[in-house]
């Protein structure tokens, strides 16, 4: 456990002296992952599928907010939609321009959840985005957290009926209009993951903020089994295409990277908590004090007393 800690204070040091660096880095594998996945998955235009394509945009991610980036991600699917679907693209722009105006309206800050929601879906562990920005979050991440589930849904649904749409006999504009707005907005697992998500947010953020010991991973664990009731009330009732080994790995794999974030952003010793009475002339306080656990990195320093140039030979050994 000290070792740990020692590693925490030093990554710590290491970023509060590198963060200029750390942050740009960070920030363009982000954003070639988001436009490689995109490529990857709806890679309909074949000139925007060049490998050089992802580093690029990942270099133009590092020097722009998070929020530009998942803009200039929601334009890219837009133009590899459009290759096979004139109305899903319009549909998208209209979703993306929606998005836009919750997005500065509400949260600017949160743009990163637009690209990172559904980059996690990719990787079958999307379950740690309402713990974590529970707890470091605040209700209104829900907006962004909830558009960037429908964003992963809406691609999927391209990548699976590329062919059906590219093909479809149907001839007015207005009809396949309604007609594929339908399919993508009536994905009942959608909006089933949509209150799910929304939903263990919730219930993360409140109990994270009330005065429990170890309220942090209370609200972690409350926060799974949230997402995990929602989940199985919406499959006993819309009978869900989805997998439970799946579901079970996927809340596995978020539990310890929701613990991991916990220890690094919130350790702290319970079994020294101080509770504290004060009064001044209007109001009565009554304060817990739980002391954050930190430690000193060591500082180790090496005092060379002789070397073997100045060691004088032993008579007796000649």
């Not at 200029?20 to 709806?42: D, E, H, R, W």
């Not at 690209?115 to 707890?135: D, N, R, S």
């Not at 954050?292 to 070397?307: E, L, M, Q, T």
Request: aromatic share 14%; charged share 15%.
């Amino acid at each position: 456990m000290m070792e740990l800690l020692v590693f925490k204070e030093n990554l710590k040091r290491f970023y509060g002296k590198y963060s200029i660096y750390i942050i740009p880095i960070v920030k363009f594998v982000l954003g070639a992952a988001a436009f490689f996945l995109i490529n990857s998955n709806i890679g309909f235009m074949e000139r925007l599928t060049n490998p050089l394509v992802p580093v690029v945009m990942g270099l133009v991610a590092s020097f722009v907010p998070c929020g530009a980036t998942a803009f200039f991600a929601g334009c890219f699917i837009i133009v590899h939609v459009s290759r096979v679907s004139l109305e899903v693209a319009l549909i998208l722009c209209m979703f993306i321009l929606a998005v836009i105006m919750l997005y500065y309206g509400f949260r600017p800050g949160d743009g990163y959840l637009l690209l990172l929601t559904p980059m996690l879906f990719f990787l079958k562990i999307p379950y740690v985005v309402p713990l974590i920005v529970g707890l470091s979050g605040s209700l209104v991440s829900i907006v962004p957290v909830s558009c960037g589930v429908c964003i992963y849904y809406i691609v999927m649904y391209m990548k699976q009926n590329a062919g059906v749409l590219a093909g479809s006999s149907v001839s007015e504009l207005a009809e396949r209009f309604i007609q594929i707005a339908k399919s993508v907005f009536g994905n009942e697992l959608m909006w089933v993951m949509v209150i799910a998500f929304a939903a263990a947010i919730l219930v993360v953020f409140i109990i994270k903020n009330l005065s429990l010991d170890y309220a942090w991973s209370i609200a972690i664990i409350a926060g799974v089994i949230t997402e995990l009731i929602v989940i199985f009330i919406g499959d006993f009732n819309y009978n869900l295409p989805v997998s439970l080994v799946s579901i079970i790995l996927g809340i596995l794999v978020s539990v310890i990277l929701a613990l991991i974030y916990q220890f690094f952003v919130f350790a702290v010793d319970y079994s020294r908590t101080e509770y504290l009475q004060y009064e001044d002339d209007e109001y009565h306080y009554y304060v817990k004090a739980v002391p954050k656990i930190a430690v000193s990195a060591p500082d180790v320093k090496v005092h060379r007393i002789y070397s073997r140039k100045n060691v004088r030979p032993d008579k007796n050994n000649q």
